[in-house]
């Protein structure tokens, strides 16, 4: 198969070469398929919903509580992404306790932000799921065709995208003013935040393309739980920016 790379830290190599059709001890043989990743998809989405759901619901009570769980949820959630990220095998048992562990990181985002500004959570989170509707649609209908082109475009500003983020936040650590114009509510800040999302959305076609050939492949069961694991990772990705950018549009 030939090497395809996503701008999805994720899918950043070819996760699918030389897998092999079964894994020793995998008790889910066969081969993958979009369908099937997208029905675990949803699965890694509920188990993020359920925790989201509780954390949203309880937060006020147990505030004292909310920056160490916080932390320890955010923790938890990045060890288990490179565990399976290294350890692909993985995938199917860590992929939930890794959405679990999301979901609790979101619920408590999301309840802080709605509190400063009410109503912004339901907003972000349907306009989050249209453009994934949106964005299936148009990769199966092949209204845009991820070309070499496409692709190399996408992969570019998402390297640009990490490169802003990350010297932002060194820059930050050393006790600089870091770039403002990341969360500044003026025109440059919002037009920033709209390009950011537009590229997150973009990574979404670059996902189901990579899962494709990983079905065309023949790659084993297994891997449905690693694309549908780096699906959920450019999901909550779309969803903090488009928190980040309704948030915003409310300061002006």
């Not at 990045?78 to 979101?106: C, M, Q, R």
Request: proline share 3%; aromatic share 10%; with cysteine.
């Amino acid at each position: 198969m030939a090497l395809f790379k996503s701008g999805n830290p994720v899918f950043m190599k070819d996760v699918f070469a030389d897998q092999g059709t079964q894994v020793s001890g995998e008790s889910m043989q066969g081969t993958m398929t979009m369908s099937g990743t997208m029905i675990k998809t949803v699965i890694l989405f509920v188990l993020l919903l359920i925790p989201a759901g509780l954390v949203w619901s309880v937060w006020r009570q147990y505030q004292d509580l909310v920056l160490p769980v916080l932390i320890g949820a955010s923790i938890l959630g990045f060890v288990l992404s490179l565990v399976i990220i290294f350890v692909k095998t993985t995938a199917p048992y860590l992929s939930p306790i890794y959405a679990i562990a999301e979901g609790v990181v979101l619920g408590t985002l999301s309840a802080l932000i709605e509190k400063a500004y009410p109503g912004i959570v339901i907003n972000a989170v349907m306009i989050t799921m249209a453009i994934f509707a949106a964005m299936l649609l148009i990769y199966t209908t092949g209204l845009i065709k991820v070309t070499g082109g496409v692709r190399t475009a996408i992969i570019a500003a998402t390297g640009g995208v990490a490169l802003l983020y990350g010297v932002n936040l060194l820059i930050r650590a050393f006790g600089g003013a870091g770039f403002g114009f990341i969360h500044d509510s003026g025109p440059l800040g919002i037009a920033v935040s709209v390009v950011i999302c537009a590229i997150a959305a973009f990574n979404l076609l670059l996902d189901f393309e990579f899962i494709s050939q990983g079905s065309r492949s023949g790659a084993p069961k297994y891997l449905e739980w690693y694309g549908a694991f780096g699906l959920m990772v450019t999901l909550i990705w779309l969803y903090l920016e488009i928190l980040r950018l309704l948030a915003k549009l409310r300061n002006r």
